[in-house]
T-cell receptor
Framework: DVKVTQSSRYLVKRTGEKVFLECVQDMDHENMFWYRQDPGLGLRLIYF???????EKGDIPEGYSVSREKKERFSLILESASTNQTSMYLC?????????????FGSGTRLTVV | DAKTTQPNSMESNEEEPVHLPCNHSTISGTDYIHWYRQLPSQGPEYVIHGLTSNVNNRMASLAIAEDRKSSTLILHRATLRDAAVYYCILIKAAGNKLTFGGGTRVLVKP
């Protein structure tokens, strides 16, 4: 089965820490995404990447950065974690194509910032 | 972005079919209709998608109205493992952003 793997299911970090969330996909997909999901707010796009070393801001990029040095890996970085970044973080990937193929999601990382 | 409207929740008995409706009256010609589901504490899972014609796969069927302003996801024989939140969303052919609405929470009773 093709997969998107997120490095941690649960993470607890302290306010002010630098946090790295890793995502790896084995499908040779060009596009990769980071979303956060909060009750009542649905999924919100943080950043996405359509190729190695390319990145685009999503709807809520403040307080986050990303890195894509290799096609299969897309990292989300919280520069200085804050309590309002406590959330479920979801990584996804898809083919870059004119047809709207489905997205494949990871299992999510539930981050708690204390 | 075109929006979708779904009922908040639906109940079904195990091994019975489930029909999940979705309204998308402002759909544009380049919008694909996608369905995802999310089990508790899991990431969303792709179920099916279509453009104009009805679609079938091993998980479900998708029936699309002729005017494309509504669609129905059909789970042919619900199992307890199908209990999840089901999201109907519209995605442009070259689009890169998913907008999930509230979805429909499906409860399957044994």
């Amino acid at each position: 089965d093709v997969k998107v793997t997120q490095s941690s299911r649960y993470l607890v970090k302290r306010t002010g820490e630098k946090v790295f969330l890793e995502c790896v996909q084995d499908m040779d997909h060009e596009n990769m995404f980071w979303y956060r999901q909060d009750p009542g707010l649905g999924l919100r796009l943080i950043y996405f990447s359509y190729d190695v070393k390319m990145k685009e801001k999503g709807d809520i990029p403040e307080g986050y950065s990303v890195s894509r040095e290799k096609k299969e890996r897309f990292s989300l970085i919280l520069e200085s974690a804050s309590t309002n970044q406590t959330s479920m973080y979801l990584c996804a990937s898809k083919l870059m194509t004119v047809r709207a193929y489905g997205y494949t999601f990871g299992s999510g990382t539930r981050l708690t910032v204390v | 972005d075109a929006k979708t409207t779904q009922p908040n929740s639906m109940e079904s008995n195990e091994e019975e079919p489930v029909h999940l409706p979705c309204n998308h009256s402002t759909i544009s010609g380049t919008d694909y209709i996608h369905w995802y589901r999310q089990l508790p504490s899991q990431g969303p899972e792709y179920v099916i998608h279509g453009l104009t014609s009805n679609v079938n796969n091993r998980m479900a069927s998708l029936a699309i109205a002729e005017d494309r302003k509504s669609s129905t996801l059909i789970l042919h024989r619900a199992t307890l493992r199908d209990a999840a939140v089901y999201y109907c969303i519209l995605i442009k052919a070259a689009g890169n952003k998913l907008t999930f609405g509230g979805g429909t929470r499906v409860l399957v009773k044994p």
